[in-house]
C-alpha cells in the first residue's frame, strides 16, 4: 500500500485545538521500519493512532499532514502511514484526553500494541498506536461518546 491514500481533505477540519484518534487500514503486510524505534510488523486491519494537537495550527493542522502526508518522515506515524489508508478520524476540542483514550483503547476488546513505545516518546504509556483485525467503529462511538467523528472511507 505504498503511498496510498492521499485523500481530499475533508473542508470540516476542525482549528481548535486538542485531541484526536486516526483510524487506518492496511491490506497487506510488510516489516515497516519506525525510524529508531525499530519495525513495525504491518498485517491487515486497522491502526489507530491518538494524538494530540496544541501547537500552532491546531487539529487541523495536525490532522491535514496525517490526511496528506509529506515525503519527510518526523513522527513515528508519519513511517505508518505512508503504508495505509485513513478512513475515519475522531476529535475533540480543547481538552487533552491523548492519554485517557489511550488507555481506554489498550482495553477494548481485540486490541493489540503493535510497537510499544509507538507515538508514546514523551510520556509512561505504553503506546499510542492500536492494532484491530476488524474495524472498531461502534466500540469507538461508545468510548468516544463526546468526539466528533468524520468518516473518509468504508
Known amino acids: 500500500m505504498r503511498g496510498a491514500g492521499h485523500p481530499i481533505l475533508p473542508p470540516h477540519l476542525p482549528s481548535a485545538k486538542g485531541t484526536y484518534l486516526l ?6 503486510e510488510r516489516s515497516v521500519r519506525i525510524g529508531h524505534l525499530g519495525a513495525l510488523e504491518l498485517r491487515p486491519g486497522y491502526y489507530l493512532y491518538v494524538g494530540s494537537a ?7 493542522a495536525r490532522l491535514g499532514r496525517h490526511l496528506r ?4 518522515l518526523r513522527w513515528h506515524i508519519d513511517y505508518l502511514r505512508a503504508h495505509t489508508v485513513p478512513v475515519e478520524f475522531w476529535t475533540i476540542e480543547r481538552l487533552r484526553r491523548e492519554h485517557r483514550w489511550a488507555a481506554a483503547l489498550s482495553s477494548l476488546a481485540g486490541a493489540a500494541i503493535p510497537l510499544a513505545g509507538f507515538g508514546a516518546s514523551d510520556c509512561s504509556c505504553r503506546s499510542h498506536l492500536f492494532f484491530f483485525e476488524q474495524r ?4 469507538l462511538a461508545r468510548l468516544l461518546a463526546r468526539a466528533r467523528r468524520s468518516i473518509l472511507a468504508l
Do not use: K, Y
Not at 23 to 28: F, K
Not at 54 to 60: R, S, V
Not at 136 to 139: C, D, E, H, L, Q
Open 23 to 28: 483510524v487506518l487500514a492496511s491490506t497487506g
Open 54 to 60: 496544541f501547537g500552532p495550527g491546531g487539529l487541523a
Open 136 to 139: 472498531p467503529s461502534a466500540a
Open 69 to 72: 502526508p509529506s515525503g519527510r
